[in-house]
């Protein structure tokens, strides 16, 4: 296959991050439609404009602080301060005027820069940031602006941990074992995995680390009732069929048949039979209704602002608002509202996002304890620990205890933001 010339990849890393930068669509979304729209890229090439765009978004901030003092088209220059490649490839599709910009900006030092332009974070989301984690604040931000390894993972049903790493190593994949979660595999590459046996034989699944401990935190057994509320694509859900070792019911329900329809490959490579799509046409559908007290446990894994997964959607952390997080929410609360009234005396009640943010976590967590005396909380610290997870304390926060909820942050863990609290139905 023959690579791009510089001048023609950088041409194309300008009008992809032109497009990305309207924010009308998210941008994983965008880079898709771009790939199928120019087919005879090569594998390099989509991992050069992807990863452009993508920095172009995490330094959003610092890069239209510099870009100004550039010349030629504003997306050029974004597209030259975010490229991801080689300096000395990037500098052959350069003009001399653009080389001695360039350089002018790689010497700047991070301490001469303003905190906005090292954070690269919109204002609104900086104060609750600061508020939670005092001086770790830098390290938080910091690390939002690093790419996301690849988690997989094993599918316990068919196979052992320990025999897959083997299987991809000779395969020339390299990857370790998690530290938390004693499912996953951590690559330090991004390789295309359908190629692999692995996968295509349902083997290994792609899930950060972190969503494979809200399936633990579940704690399904064989033969239960269980509901994955909020299911989307699926991965919670097959992480939970596999512990239920593929016995019981597992329902996925969520409102949006598109997401459900991207479980469907997915499902049929796990080897499950024990799960049940269903389209649900809001909270309180008809569906809802009828097992109302009748299920062992759920999971409601709810709509949020995402933005404890800003290294893989930096686009998000400019996309969202305070507003939209005022309305996610009252959804929020909405939902796990109605998802409670599934569970039978004894059931397990997990609600879980991936946002950072209190308003959407704790906030809703205590609200729900409040109104509901029929549900007691779990700490979480405590079902980690029975489960055996190392580390389980450094996993978890808040409340009197240290441990409520589980409370999982990029620069401490290594895993996208996440946030749980788990209870049991009186």
């Known amino acids: 296959m023959r690579t791009m010339h510089p001048k023609a990849l950088l041409d194309a890393c300008a009008e992809l991050v032109k497009l990305s930068l309207t924010f009308e669509h998210p941008a994983d979304a965008v880079v898709s439609r771009y790939f199928r729209e120019h087919r005879t890229l090569g594998p390099r ?84 940031l600061k508020a939670q984690l005092g001086a770790d604040f830098w390290p938080l931000a910091q690390s ?99 512990a239920m070792r593929n016995t019981g019911r597992l329902y996925a329900f969520d409102t949006s048949a598109h997401r459900l329809d991207a479980l469907k490959p997915r499902l049929a490579r796990s080897k499950l039979s024990n799960v049940h799509p269903a389209v649900i046409a809001h909270e309180r559908d008809e569906r809802v209704k009828r097992l109302a007290g009748k299920i062992d446990r759920v999971l409601v894994d709810a709509p949020c602002s995402g933005l404890g997964t800003l290294r893989r959607n930096p686009d998000l952390k400019w996309r969202q608002s305070p507003e939209s997080v005022r309305e996610m929410s009252v ?34 967590a205590r609200a ?3 109104a509901n005396g029929d549900f007691t909380p779990m700490p979480a610290f405590e079902v980690l620990s029975k489960l055996k997870i190392e580390g389980a304390a450094g996993l978890c926060a808040g409340g009197e205890s240290g441990g409520d909820f589980l409370r999982l942050w990029t620069h401490r863990h290594a895993t996208d933001g996440f946030f749980a609290a788990v209870w049991v139905k009186n």
């Open 144 to 242: 939002l602006n690093q790419p996301a390894p690849l988690d997989l993972r094993v599918n316990m049903l068919t196979d052992k941990r320990a025999d897959v790493q083997k299987e991809l190593k000779l395969a020339g994949l390299n990857c370790v074992p998690t530290p938390y979660s004693p499912w996953g595999l951590r690559l330090d590459t991004k390789p295309a995995l359908t190629r692999y046996d692995a996968f295509a034989r349902g083997a290994v699944e792609v899930q950060d680390e972190g969503s494979q401990l809200l399936a633990l935190l579940l704690d399904a057994k064989r033969g239960e009732m269980v509901v994955d509320f909020c299911a989307g694509a699926g991965g919670k859900t097959l992480a939970i069929g596999a």
């Open 45 to 128: 090439e989509r991992a050069t404009l992807a990863e452009t765009v993508y920095n172009v978004l995490r330094k959003k901030l610092l890069f239209d602080h510099l870009a100004p003092s550039g010349s030629g088209p504003r997306e050029r220059r974004l597209a030259i301060l975010g490229f991801s490649g080689p300096r000395d490839f990037l500098k052959s599709a350069l003009h001399e005027q653009e080389k001695n910009w360039l350089d002018q900006c790689d010497a700047i030092k991070p301490g001469d820069l303003l905190e906005r332009h090292r954070h690269n974070l919109p204002e609104w989301l900086v104060a609750p």
């Open 368 to 370: 729900f304890s409040q």
């Open 331 to 364: 959804k929020q609360t909405a939902i796990l509202q109605s998802a409670s009234r599934l569970l039978k005396p004894g059931g397990r009640l997990v609600y879980a996002t991936c946002s950072l943010l209190p308003q959407e976590n704790e906030e809703i």
